[in-house]
């Protein structure tokens, strides 16, 4: 991936920086603005995140769910499966190499589940949406996307643990990896643990890839 290039170079940077440089603390979170996607910075040549379904390829995906109970039929119309796709992003703009979808209803609203993979990623982006059948609209609840490719997961690792002048991440292990949907483009968490006890060592931290920061970092038993 040529796009990873820069990455790697903002990595070396920071790890530069690291060792002699002064670099600014890690900042506090600030709210992330609503409104439309931002493109992703050319500097760190992330291709920018894109919503890659039409509304026929999620109906396809719900009429051909394998979950137990499947998708209810009043989740199966071309509008809904519209407006579901309008929230659906995928990093890269990619679809899925592989699509589950599930679903329930209750009395007035539905919820519609959709996870999927993607080559060279260990992990899975998994969508939960809550739906009016009556009134079609539609609503995220969750979206937990770890569908991220091993490379570009490798790279922010190192550019994480470049950036901690703390040394809060020496010696913990890299766990998992987030990215954030649209309008925090090109931001990622990751997950570091010193083991699997309950009540050991954990820090977590969210990374500005595009600007080569780290924004926010919540060490926990440490």
């Known amino acids: 991936m040529t796009w990873l290039r820069p990455l790697i170079a903002i990595v070396t940077a920071a790890?530069?920086?690291?060792?002699?440089?002064?670099v600014p603390p890690s900042a506090t979170a600030l709210p992330v603005p609503s409104g439309a996607a931002s493109s992703a910075s050319p500097g760190i040549g992330l291709t920018d995140p894109g919503r890659p379904y039409e509304a026929s390829e999620l109906l396809d995906a719900m009429r051909?769910?394998?979950r137990p109970g499947g998708v209810p039929?009043?989740?199966q119309e071309e509008t809904i499966a519209a407006a579901v796709a309008d929230h659906l992003w995928t990093?890269?703009?990619?679809?899925?190499?592989?699509?589950?979808a599930g679903g329930s209803c209750g009395p007035t609203t539905c919820t519609l589940e959709l996870s999927g993979s993607a080559d060279g990623s260990s992990g899975e982006d998994a969508w939960v949406f809550e739906i009016d059948p009556a009134s079609g609209s539609v609503d995220v609840v969750t979206a937990d996307l770890h569908a991220v490719?091993?490379?570009v997961a490798s790279a922010l690792d190192r550019l994480a643990r470049g950036l901690d002048r703390d040394g809060?991440?020496?010696?913990?292990?890299?766990?998992?990896v987030r990215w954030l949907p649209p309008?925090?483009?090109d931001r990622f968490r990751l997950a570091y643990r010193s083991g699997d006890e309950e009540g050991s060592c954990s820090v977590d931290v969210e990374l500005d890839a595009a600007a080569g920061r780290i924004t926010d970092m919540l060490p926990s038993g440490c």
């Open 183 to 185: 309008p925090a483009d």
């Open 168 to 176: 809060l991440l020496d010696g913990l292990l890299f766990t998992s």
């Open 73 to 75: 039929p009043e989740l």
């Open 64 to 66: 051909d769910s394998r």
């Open 15 to 22: 790890v530069l920086a690291a060792c002699g440089t002064d």
């Open 91 to 100: 990093m890269g703009g990619a679809p899925w190499t592989a699509v589950a």
């Open 149 to 151: 490719p091993d490379d």
